[in-house]
Structure formats: structure tokens, C-alpha cells
């Protein structure tokens, strides 16, 4: 059973991802909360696999909720999908930084949002290839210099060339292919990556190989 927080100020929004979510045999929302402090509290009381959170909100707003999700400990199993009206605005970026494993944009498909919650569940990046060049065009011009590099030395070359391709936007098959290998091994370079990084998921070895300077944004 794959458990779910909903944190909207929204109630007509968070009714209408409850009433899908509801629906479905698999998935069980746990609780709601109308901003991120009240929702801080709920994911300590019930620990879900996934925390839908909206971007905006009052008190305390998506970023910094998800910010403090990702640094406790306690809370890793726990995996935030940021909710938007806005889709690639400029917080979008600043919340993968801060430990997002990904977004969804509210006007979403409902065959799409559920696809998404499982996709989050099992602990993969909710980035779309498309997305992720999205991304890199908009918000990576050039690397961060506060990086520094963190943990990069530890990566195998194989390693090193899994998440660069990740970086550009490739899925695991399309890795598979660059790399001639299958796309288990891929995911297992990957994963192994992720550890060594001590990323959460896909998304944060984005963001770690573009801040790290492993790869340069190539805008076209």
C-alpha cells in the first residue's frame, strides 16, 4: 500500500487528488495539511512513501518543507513530489535543489497523477527526459561554484558516465543504448551512484553533476 501526505492551502485541491487517490486499491492517503508546518508534523505522525506539496503556500511555503523533509533522517523514506500552477517557473529548480524528487503541474491527467505517485513511490525521479532538458536549458546556464565536486572522486568511470548521461536527460534505456550495456546495469550504476553521492534520487544527481561541473549545460 503506498501511503500519501496531500499539503495544499487549497481544499478544493487537495478533495480532488483525495477523491482519485482514493479510488485506487493500492494507494492510501494518510493525511492532509493546508501548509507546510502543519505537514512537517503530519509526515513525522505517519511517515508516507510520498508527500504531494504544494509550492505555495502559507506559513511555511513548498521549498522549505521540503528542505526539512530531506535533511531528517527520519523522514528518508519519505519522497516529495512538488505540486505547481506554473510548471517550469523559477522555484522549480530551488525545490529539486532542496530535495524534490520531482513535480507535477496541477492540471495534470488523472491517468498521469497516479502513474505519478507510484512512479515516486518506488523511489525513482518524477522527471520526464523532456523535462529534465527543460531544466538544464532554463536554470543551468553554468554551474554553481558552492559544489565543489562532493563525492566525485568515489564514482567508478562508468559511474562518472551513467550520471552524466542523466544529466542530459536520458532514461535508462537510452543510457543502456549510449552505453552498451542493459538497462539493469544501468540502473545499477546509477543507484550505486546515488549512494555514493548520498543523492536522494534521480533528480538530486541532476543537480549534483551540473553544480559539480561533471557536465556543462550545451543550450541549443
Known amino acids: 500500500m503506498i501511503r500519501v501526505l496531500l499539503v ?19 494507494i492510501e492517503v494518510v493525511a492532509e495539511a493546508a501548509d507546510g508546518q502543519e505537514g512537517l508534523a503530519l509526515a ?25 523533509i530531506a ?9 516529495v513530489v512538488i505540486l505547481t500552477n506554473y510548471g517550469l517557473d523559477e522555484y522549480v529548480f530551488e525545490a529539486l535543489r532542496a530535495g524534490a524528487a520531482g513535480f507535477l503541474v496541477k492540471d495534470i491527467v488523472p491517468e498521469d497523477f497516479l502513474h505519478a505517485v507510484r512512479v515516486a513511490a518506488r523511489g525513482d ?9 527543460k ?3 532554463r536554470y543551468l546556464d553554468r554551474p554553481a561554484a558552492t559544489a565543489g565536486g562532493r563525492g566525485l572522486e568515489e564514482l567508478t568511470n562508468r559511474e562518472r558516465e551513467a550520471v552524466a548521461l542523466v544529466a542530459q536527460g536520458l532514461s535508462n534505456d537510452e543510457i543502456a543504448d549510449r552505453m552498451v550495456i542493459s538497462p539493469t546495469t544501468a540502473k545499477t550504476h546509477i543507484n550505486r551512484a546515488m549512494t555514493k553521492l548520498d543523492a ?13 561541473g561533471l557536465v556543462t549545460p550545451r543550450i541549443t
Do not use: C, K, N, W
Open 71 to 79: 535533511s531528517d533522517p527520519a523522514l528518508g523514506g519519505v519522497h
Open 44 to 68: 513525522r505522525e505517519h511517515l508516507p512513501d510520498v508527500a504531494l506539496v504544494d509550492i505555495r503556500m502559507p506559513v511555511v511555503d513548498g521549498i522549505e518543507t521540503t528542505r526539512r
Open 8 to 26: 495544499d492551502d487549497q481544499p478544493l485541491i487537495r478533495s480532488g487528488f483525495r477523491a482519485l487517490l482514493d479510488l485506487e486499491d493500492d
Open 200 to 212: 536522494r534520487d534521480r533528480a538530486q544527481l541532476v543537480v549534483l553533476a551540473y553544480e559539480s
Open 125 to 133: 525521479a518524477l522527471l520526464a527526459p523532456s523535462i529534465t532538458r
Open 135 to 137: 531544466l538544464i536549458h
